[in-house]
């Protein structure tokens, strides 16, 4: 019948979209299935070709100059604004001869005024309050984030600790329940010879991202307390709550707040004692 509609799902691949700096950073929501009416005596004659490759970002220049007004307001000197769908840096910002260079994500171009104000005392004036209220919204837009195809597997249950377990106890104690982070064991891989011995060893890391903590499978031993894992998990479960901020023009990532919550946990002495006096043992594995 004329003027009839039929609905048609037509799969649309994933697109990448656009994580604050390497210190802060965090892109376009993935498609899904999308819903489209056509009428039904065309419905059978017109073949839907779509993109296969990233859509380009478009900026609305006359945001990208509200934002930059607001900049130059709170910073004695010129702004030069860089608007990106950079997952890897969502914010970054230096000052090179008095003049402020920031490149944001964009994201903020549509954000509420206040957290386009607490953006910009966060980077004019590295204000560690509105550095939370940037990382909540920033956690609340992750969906905006391009993401890798590639999916990562999670491995909790190691041969001596289940990570999952420890996770699920460090945030009910310490975060109400609240904290929603991933976990898996890290890869461990070392480069070079084998017995070349390691310098350093990064015991745990945190994908603002993919809200994903990475341990490392060094701390997989019997040797290797409870407590201790514990830490480190609780460790970076405080980088997921607590965005990195800035201080003296450089990127904090552990700023006295920071330090100072740490310190709530209650083995946080013992565990400090237990890794000076076992770090060569964990350089060695």
Do not use: C
């Not at 950073?25 to 489209?36: D, E, H, K, N, T």
């Not at 934002?67 to 997952?87: F, M, Y």
């Amino acid at each position: 019948m004329a003027g009839r509609s039929a609905l048609r799902l037509v799969h649309v691949s994933n697109a990448a979209a656009p994580r604050l700096a390497r210190g802060n950073s965090y892109l376009a929501r993935p498609m899904g299935a999308v819903a489209i009416r056509l009428p039904e005596r065309m419905s059978s004659q017109l073949m839907m070709v779509m993109p296969t490759v990233s859509p380009r970002l478009f900026v609305h220049e006359g945001a990208r100059q509200a934002l930059e007004r607001k900049l130059a307001a709170a910073h004695p000197g010129p702004v030069n604004l860089s608007i990106t769908d950079n997952r890897q840096s969502i914010i970054s910002h230096e000052v090179e001869a008095g003049v402020l260079r920031a490149r944001i994500h964009h994201m903020f171009l549509d954000a509420p005024p206040r957290v386009l104000d607490a953006l910009v005392r966060y980077i004019a004036k590295a204000d560690p309050k509105a550095s939370v209220l940037v990382g909540e919204y920033i956690e609340a837009n992750a969906g905006r984030l391009a993401r890798r195809s590639r999916q990562v597997p999670l491995v909790t249950n190691g041969k001596r600790h289940d990570l999952l377990e420890i996770l699920a106890d460090v945030n009910e104690r310490y975060f109400d329940g609240q904290a929603n982070a991933l976990i898996t064991w890290g890869h461990g891989g070392r480069r070079g010879r084998r017995e070349d011995p390691r310098r350093t060893i990064k015991l745990g890391s945190y994908n603002q991202v993919d809200r994903l903590i990475r341990v490392h499978p060094s701390l997989d031993r019997g040797w290797v307390p409870r407590y201790f894992v514990a830490y480190i998990v609780y460790h970076e479960l405080l980088h997921h709550v607590m965005p990195a901020s800035r201080g003296s023009g450089r990127r904090m990532l552990h700023p006295p707040e920071f330090l100072a919550r740490e310190k709530e946990f209650r083995h946080y002495e013992r565990a400090i004692a237990w890794e000076k006096g076992h770090i060569s043992r964990l350089l060695r594995s």
